[in-house]
């Protein structure tokens, strides 16, 4: 079945320092890639849409610049967190999305920023 | 306004015991619908679907969903829990027909706890 790899697993960065997450599909080529970001005990919270070689598409209240999001092939898409700060600590899921697949998803990334 | 709504925050069943999640929908034509299963620390992993046909879907690991179009609703089943059953469970909606690239829309979650 379709794969998704997400990596790190675990990241703990200084505040102020960038950090990237990366978003592989491994079996298949996704037409679109989705970055959400889960708080303790609620719901996944989409930050932004992104199709290959397009610019991604924020919701409404994610700062793109500091979220950058990448998706440079059908089987890349990096987020970014930059200038990290304590209050960007979170867990971060992504999603792969093909037609033939539906819909992925990452096995997630929790950051802390100290 | 397009919603999902999961009105259990939390249920706790026995173990061997039946279960029944529930989820409710607002949108104006039938959705895409699906469940999600979420491990602590983990990520999402899909149960069951549905786009059309059968209103019941038979998903893993002995899940299973009705869809009633007259209650905007989608109730995911399983007849004897198990402990490993423990985990958060998401309802999730795409309000467009054709796969792809239209995004989630997620509920709550009901997080699932089994007693031995």
């Known amino acids: 079945g379709a794969v998704v790899s997400q990596h790190p697993s675990r990241v703990i960065c200084k505040s102020g320092t960038s950090v990237k997450i990366e978003c592989r599909s491994l079996?298949?080529?996704?037409?679109?890639m989705f970055w959400y970001r889960q708080f303790p005990k609620q719901s996944l919270m989409l930050m932004a849409t992104s199709n290959e070689g397009s610019k991604a598409t924020y919701e409404q209240g994610v700062e793109k610049d500091k979220f950058l999001i990448n998706h440079a092939s059908l089987t890349l898409s990096t987020l970014t967190v930059t200038s990290a700060h304590p209050e960007d600590s979170s867990f971060y899921i992504c999603?792969?999305?093909?037609?033939?697949?539906?819909?992925?998803f990452g096995s997630g990334t929790r950051l802390t920023v100290v | 306004a397009q919603s999902v709504t999961q009105p259990d925050i939390h249920i706790t069943v026995s173990e061997g015991a039946s279960l029944e999640l529930r989820c409710n929908y607002s949108?104006?034509?039938?959705?895409?619908l699906f469940w999600y299963v979420q491990s602590p620390g983990q990520g999402l992993q899909l149960l069951l679907k549905?786009?059309?046909?059968?209103?019941l879907v038979q998903g893993i690991k002995g899940f299973e969903a009705e869809f009633k179009r007259s209650q905007s609703s989608f109730n995911l089943r399983k007849p004897s829990v198990h402990w490993s059953d423990a985990a958060e469970y998401f309802c999730a909606v795409v309000p467009y027909s054709g796969a792809g690239s239209y995004q989630l829309t997620f509920g709550k979650g009901t997080k699932l706890s089994v007693i031995p």
């Open positions: 079996d298949f080529q996704a037409t679109t």
């Open positions: 549905y786009f059309s046909g059968d209103t």
């Open positions: 949108y104006g034509a039938t959705p895409y």
């Open positions: 999603s792969a999305s093909a037609r033939d697949t539906g819909y992925t």
